[in-house]
């Protein structure tokens, strides 16, 4: 297993800036944020992903995965993460969400990232069924993860409180109905803390789904807020040993974007918690 960082934390850094940090720090991976100011692929020239794959080769950086959950660049008021979600009731706003996708999809292949990660279906909308928006969602996701397949990438469906698909074992019910082994589950770990989830029993459960993890900390009263780890109330300890017991070998990342403000201090004290642990019986 190794540690990236994802440059969701350094919105007022460029992408080549947080590059150098994230890797100044030790730091083996990032995440690209697939939106403004370091990737939104709609806008993305060439010139401009040359760059971006120039500054991983000169900080000797890997790709963990690309978030294409985030969508600052439209910046709706309800919520700029979420929206526009996949199961927006107007299917013309519903449609910038699934060509950003398409567009994270073609970006991955092309910089040759594993995978993008995306939002799990945004929160039920006045008079919206749970039913309806499951059958949504599936509908909406099958084209995107064919062609995740056709570029040889995969598509990464993120669980997060308040959302569609909120737990582990809701995902599950997507991946019945879209078997494709395009499509995969990003494990956020303090997600599943916040839905009350047992860590190392679903890390253990859900590894044949398990494709990435996203990790941070979340205080005890499980309120969705991500914290440096160590900051909070989940054991990492045991969760580092209960994916190690999975066999995985992949890219743990680390997700702190409410740490603008000192992106290096979140990024270092994280690496301090999490090293050790990941190191502990290399």
């Known amino acids: 297993m190794q540690l990236a960082f994802s440059t969701n934390a350094y919105l007022t850094h460029s992408f080549s800036q947080a590059a150098l940090r ?3 720090l030790g730091y083996a991976g990032l995440e690209l944020m697939a939106d403004v100011p370091h990737a939104w692929p709609a806008c993305l020239l060439a010139e401009q992903k ?3 794959r120039a500054a991983m080769d000169r900080n000797h950086l890997k790709f963990s995965n690309v978030n294409a959950f985030m969508m600052n660049a439209v910046s709706d008021h309800r919520q700029r993460y979420w929206h526009p979600s996949f199961i927006e009731p107007d299917r013309h706003y519903r449609q910038v969400r699934i060509d950003h996708t398409f567009r994270a999809l073609d970006l991955c292949a092309e910089l ?3 995978h993008i990660t995306t939002e799990p279906g945004g929160p039920l909308e006045p008079g919206q069924s749970r039913a309806e928006a499951v059958d949504l969602f599936v509908e909406v996701l099958e084209p995107l993860v064919d062609h995740a397949a056709k570029r040889g990438v995969m598509l990464l469906v993120e669980p997060e409180p308040g959302l569609l698909i909120e737990t582990t074992e809701q995902y599950r019910e997507i991946a019945e109905r879209i078997a494709s082994p395009a499509l995969g589950l990003n494990f956020d770990i303090g997600h599943a803390y ?5 860590l190392p029993r679903q890390i253990a459960r859900m590894k044949e789904h398990t494709r990435h993890y996203h990790l941070e900390d979340i205080a005890a ?3 969705h807020h991500h914290l440096v780890p160590g900051m909070g109330a989940i054991d990492f300890a045991e969760v580092i040993a209960a994916i190690r017991g999975t066999g995985y070998d992949g890219w743990l990342t680390v997700e702190l974007y409410p740490f603008t403000e000192d992106p290096d201090a979140a990024a270092r004290q994280a690496l301090d918690v999490l090293r050790p642990l990941v190191e502990a019986r290399r």
């Open 221 to 223: 009263t499980r309120v």
């Open 22 to 24: 994230i890797a100044g």
């Open 50 to 52: 040359a760059a971006i």
């Open 112 to 114: 040759g990232a594993p």
């Open 194 to 198: 916040c839905m009350g989830e047992d």
